[in-house]
């Protein structure tokens, strides 16, 4: 199991190691997913499988490791999970991940600012020079809008023409500056 344990990366390494210590007779095996570095610093997901396998007859008791590379998975999953939360189109924050920031920094108490943002006349760009144009002027607000905001600041679209901006750690004061 060393030769797993060092390939581990470092922030987990206590991780793997409290678990394979903590094998025994009543808990003989254990399983987690860690991430792994290769030689090339390149980063991997491995599904570790660990059992203990008792000792018999005078040879000591021995730990078999299994590790399955699920690398593809893992990415596939944060892919999905990226989709959920983010706009297709602007690939800003959605909705959903949205009320889930905000959620989150009510409940600690934060103060923030809600900035609510529409695009005057864009059915004029719609209706006029046709949709293509209308989702390229609507990419192009999205990547200003990240650009001239504070990095605490999440920028979200609502849909259509509409953006929302949430003012982390703002005062009215601040909110206005934004």
């Known amino acids: 199991n060393a030769m ?3 390939t581990v990366d470092p922030l987990e390494r206590v991780t793997l190691r409290r678990a394979l210590r903590g094998l ?3 808990a003989p095996s254990t399983r987690l997913e ?3 570095r290769r030689p090339d610093g390149g980063l991997r997901w491995g599904h570790v499988s660990a059992s203990l396998l008792e000792g018999q007859s005078g040879v000591a008791p021995r730990i ?3 590790v399955e590379n699920i690398t593809d998975r893992k990415r596939s999953e944060a892919m999905l999970s ?3 939360a983010h ?3 602007t690939d800003l924050p ?3 991940l949205l009320i889930s920031q905000l959620e989150a920094a009510l409940a600690h108490g934060e103060q923030v600012g809600v900035l609510f943002l529409d695009l005057d006349r864009f059915k004029v760009v719609n209706d006029g020079l046709g949709h293509a144009a209308g989702d390229q002027l609507l990419v192009q607000v999205a990547h200003r809008l990240r650009e001239v905001m504070r990095p605490e600041d999440v920028v979200a679209r609502q849909g259509g ?3 929302v901006v949430l003012c982390r750690g703002a005062d009215a004061d601040v909110a206005l500056a934004v």
């Open 82 to 84: 990226h989709a959920a």
């Open 64 to 66: 078999v490791v299994q």
């Open 24 to 26: 025994t007779q009543q």
């Open 94 to 96: 959605n909705r959903t």
């Open 4 to 6: 797993v344990v060092t």
């Open 161 to 163: 023409d509409e953006f």
């Open 34 to 36: 860690v991430r792994l």
């Open 87 to 89: 706009d297709a189109l």
